[in-house]
């Protein structure tokens, strides 16, 4: 795309990066991809630049993570000594498991050339010989569709030996995990990939400098990762000239739930909250009215209806409200939903997957189910609702990985908001709505 | 030695050297999951076989198997019906539709039918919140489901496996 272009559609406040194209039953294979300019950034990277000014650019562009903490990904790259004589790693994070969460599965299913030639970039930028894509193992579909692409690439040249003619050679390879929330958080999706039980592991040492089998690795999300051929093959510049300066670029957003049309948007950050939910999506489903909303996967805090109002999808105004935009994994709720009965939904799953190693959240996790269990049995007590809010507060920050806190943030959200939900349970002995969680028609 | 591990010794020896040097521990996943495929579950013989083939303590091979929940030790239905009740799908009807399977076919929750021919599970997340509820079916995903849906999948299912369906 010429520079023009893109700061045309940058004044639109409609950039694209991810999602330029219209999704067909072939447009996700080699020939079609680089009819749209795929490889070429690739082509750019080997042929003009060197390791450290690819890095540099990444660094520059301002890009941040996309998984949900929105590290600066140059800040993770700086730390790599390429040139310290061991092997280094790339992994690309795809276990994307955060309920709500979508987005990464849109890339790999859809535009996974965009992924590969970003990490064969990244790859050049960090000097790895072998490089890795995690992948939930219930991933069926996007798995096939990555690793036709991988097959495509190996056949084009584009991958493996002397890449492009140029002397580089790296590989990628997917590796499938088998059923893990927590093997999302970085370290444990490494233990994975050794071979092990998915554990999270204590920092210091960080993963850049003991990572992989001990060796310095780079762990990025998917959605990170594919971001890097743009800023390659237009420069940082132009990167920064999409979203805000102190978050540039789109964001994907995948929104569910109780919405007309769900499905992934790429939105530029700063995008008006209400024009996505409203226009984009069609508004709410059944013209139900708005509850509230979560806005990056169940870990971020609830934001009320009236609470988003006003506010634009970006982290330096949804933060202040409260909340995060996190993995960018968004669920609509419709007035009438028990807030309960989904705050019951989400501690059976932070129950069955928590790893265990931490007693705060092994012990907190089963102790926050039991207690919603009792509450929605009609056994609950008034004092119940503040041990939950006492345990999420002590598993926060005293846990290996952000398991912990994250699910006392999800349950101090939903008790701080909704607690006359809960207290009207434990009162009369049911639900203020019926125990419902779907949005049905109104008859 | 295990049949099952013997013969899919190519393929491994394959993905072997697919991996960088010092890797062999990274092989238990995936060769776990081959195993999975053709067995159906994975049994102490390939336990055993793995153990020994790469060197590895057979512990690591109990301690990842009875960690991720994909992995089996015994064997299931013919049919796996896994359906995701988390918050999107629960949003979009999953406790319909998995109450509708169980009385369906007269399983609990995780149980097989009397035939053998159905095993009912739930799942958490599987990223398909957009096309909420989802049903994956021998690990394949069947996304926006409806009880209309499952009931003609079970039918089709019960037909091809040459059962009732419940």
């Not at chain 1, 994307?96 to 990490?119: A, C, Y």
């Not at chain 1, 670029?249 to 530029?268: C, F, K």
């Not at chain 2, 013919?78 to 509708?100: F, P, T, Y």
Request: include cysteine.
């Amino acid at each position: 795309m010429p520079r023009e272009a893109v700061v045309a559609e940058v004044r639109e406040r409609d950039a694209k990066i991810l999602m330029t194209f219209p999704v067909t039953a072939t447009s996700h294979l080699l020939a079609e991809a680089r009819a749209r300019g795929a490889y070429a950034a690739l082509e750019k990277a080997l042929r003009t630049m060197t390791p450290q000014q690819v890095a540099k650019e990444v660094t520059a562009s301002g890009l941040q993570g996309r998984g949900g903490a929105a590290f600066p990904a140059g800040r993770k790259w700086a730390v790599i000594q390429y040139d310290d004589g061991q092997p280094h790693y790339l992994c690309a994070n795809a276990d994307e498991g955060e309920p709500g969460t979508f987005k990464d599965r849109w890339i790999l299913e859809n535009s996974p050339h965009q992924l590969v030639e970003s990490m064969l970039i990244a790859a050049y930028a960090l000097q790895v010989r072998h490089a890795f894509v995690y992948m939930r193992g219930e991933f069926s579909a996007p798995f096939r569709r990555l690793q036709g692409a991988l097959d495509e690439a190996y056949a084009a040249g584009l991958i493996g030996e002397n890449i492009l003619g140029t002397g580089f050679n790296c590989d990628i390879m997917i590796y499938r995990g088998a059923g893990s929330y927590v093997c999302g958080e970085a370290s444990a999706l490494l233990s994975s990939i050794e071979g092990k039980r998915g554990y999270p592991r204590n920092r210091p040492p960080r993963l850049t400098v003991k990572g992989l089998y001990q060796r310095p690795t780079v762990v990025n999300n998917v959605e990170t990762l594919s971001n890097v051929a743009w800023i390659v093959q237009h420069g940082a510049e132009a990167f920064k000239a999409v979203g805000t300066p102190k978050c540039p670029g789109t964001r994907l957003i995948s929104i569910s739930g109780h919405i007309a049309r769900p499905g992934v948007y790429e939105i530029e950050v700063g995008y008006p909250w209400k024009r996505l939910i409203y226009d984009d999506c069609g508004g709410m489903l059944h013209g139900a009215a708005l509850k509230c909303v979560i806005p990056g996967g169940i870990s971020t805090k609830v934001l009320t209806a009236a609470e988003i109002e006003t506010l634009n999808l970006d982290p330096a105004e949804v933060e202040p409200a409260g909340s995060s935009m996190g993995s960018g994994g968004m669920v609509a709720i419709a007035e009438g939903t028990c807030m309960v009965r989904l705050l019951q939904v989400m501690l059976r799953f932070y129950h069955h997957e928590s790893c265990g190693q931490c007693t705060p959240c092994r012990e907190g996790m089963g102790w926050l189910h039991r207690l919603i269990d009792r509450i929605v049995d009609g056994q609950g007590r008034l004092d119940d609702l503040d041990m939950m809010a006492r345990i999420s507060r002590l598993q926060d920050g005293n846990t290996i990985c952000g398991m912990g806190d994250a699910a006392g943030y999800a349950t101090l959200g939903i008790l701080a908001k909704y607690r006359h939900e809960f207290e009207h349970w434990i009162r009369e002995g049911r639900s203020m709505h019926e125990g419902n969680l779907e949005c049905r028609r109104s008859s | 030695m295990s049949d099952v591990v013997a013969s899919l010794m190519p393929e491994f020896e394959r993905l072997r050297r697919r991996f960088p040097e010092g890797f062999d521990s990274s092989m238990t996943l995936p060769c776990l999951r081959r195993v999975q495929e053709v067995r159906g579950h994975v049994a102490d013989e390939d336990i055993q076989a793995l153990a020994q083939w790469l060197d590895l303590p057979r512990i690591q091979f109990d301690e990842v198997l009875s960690y991720y929940t994909q992995f089996r030790r015994r064997p299931v239905g013919q049919v796996r019906l896994e359906i995701c009740r988390n918050v999107s799908c629960s949003m979009r009807g999953a406790e319909r539709l998995l109450g509708h399977v169980c009385k369906r076919l007269g399983v609990e929750e995780g149980g097989t039918t009397v035939d053998g021919r159905f095993t009912v599970t739930t799942a958490e997340c599987l990223g398909s919140c957009g096309t909420a509820p989802v049903m994956v079916v021998d690990d394949e995903y069947h996304e926006s489901m409806d009880i209309e849906k499952v009931d003609r999948l079970i039918d089709a299912r019960a037909h091809a496996e040459g059962g009732r369906g419940g």
